[in-house]
């Protein structure tokens, strides 16, 4: 089950960042613990970082940086317009596939 739901996650992690942008600003360490306390333990970090590099180049965050305590300045990743736009496109996407999977499990019971 573990290699199945990797294979899952790809195609979805980036609409689940994305998701968890539009609640709140957040960096990537921060990112990475809320995705742990919703349930995603197994996510490594470096996973969510190259997440970010990929929405930052799609252009779907605003970034700000942050001063930091512990070191050199934190970046803050946002959701932006088009980035709302994406995330609406991806829960449909989602709405869609769950429907028809539901589907597809209600004809086998």
């Not at 970082?49 to 946002?78: D, H």
């Amino acid at each position: 089950m573990a290699k199945q739901m990797t294979e899952m996650l790809k195609g979805t992690l980036e609409g689940i960042v994305l998701a968890l942008l539009a609640g709140s600003p957040a960096y990537g360490y921060e990112i990475t613990a809320r995705l742990r306390d919703k349930g995603f333990t197994d996510i490594a970090e470096g996973t969510i970082y190259a997440i970010l590099v990929r929405i930052e180049q799609k252009a779907l965050v605003s970034i700000e940086k942050l001063p930091s305590e512990k070191g050199p300045p934190r970046k803050v990743y946002a959701l932006n317009p088009d980035g709302e736009r994406y995330l609406a496109e991806f829960w449909n996407t989602w709405s869609f596939l769950s429907e028809r999977l539901e589907q597809l499990r209600d004809e086998r019971s």
